[in-house]
């Protein structure tokens, strides 16, 4: 999903990259714990937090809420790095609810980190049967409600 809302900005002429969190460092958390140094870590903060102002999460759900390594990586950056900033989340399920409650649970947290989050937040249940094995949207009104929250959070 992170890499068809990529596109879909590519496709409007606006910068994005994708964080995958299978990227981050092994042991970031414990460098971040024993306040140590991590400069494989502190790079990838620097580019996908630091130095932007608006964040698109794509959330799966995981044991009714989000993943812990997102909210480890969260923990990870100092928070005045998301002061003043705007997200738009995006809930990804295998299940029925599409994230619902991973969505709420997240906001919760970008709330507290003084992050400015958009009310429109599309839901995506049963992902499986709705992406194709090239990882497309295949359902129409998937596509048009991805579409419309881009076109929102590209006014936000």
Do not use: C
């Not at 990227?23 to 580019?47: G, V």
């Not at 100092?78 to 003043?84: E, L, S, T, W």
């Amino acid at each position: 999903m992170a890499r068809l809302i990529h596109l879909e900005l590519k496709g409007r002429n606006v910068e994005s990259q994708v964080l995958d969190l299978q990227s981050l460092p092994p042991h970031f958390a414990w460098s971040k714990i024993e306040d140590q140094s991590l400069p494989e870590f502190d790079q990838l903060a620097e580019q996908y937090i630091r130095d932007v102002n608006k964040f698109i999460f794509v959330i799966p759900e995981y044991n009714g809420s989000f993943p812990g390594i997102l909210k480890t990586f969260i923990d990870s950056v100092h928070p005045r790095n998301f002061q003043g900033k705007k997200a738009s989340l995006v809930g990804i399920s295998s299940g029925r609810a599409g994230a619902l409650r991973a969505l709420d649970h997240f906001t919760g947290v970008l709330h507290y980190l003084q992050v400015e989050v958009l009310s429109d937040k599309p839901k995506f249940p049963q992902i499986d049967k709705i992406l194709n094995p090239n990882n497309e949207l295949t359902d129409p009104e998937s596509v048009f409600r991805l579409r419309k929250n881009i076109d929102k959070f590209l006014l936000f």
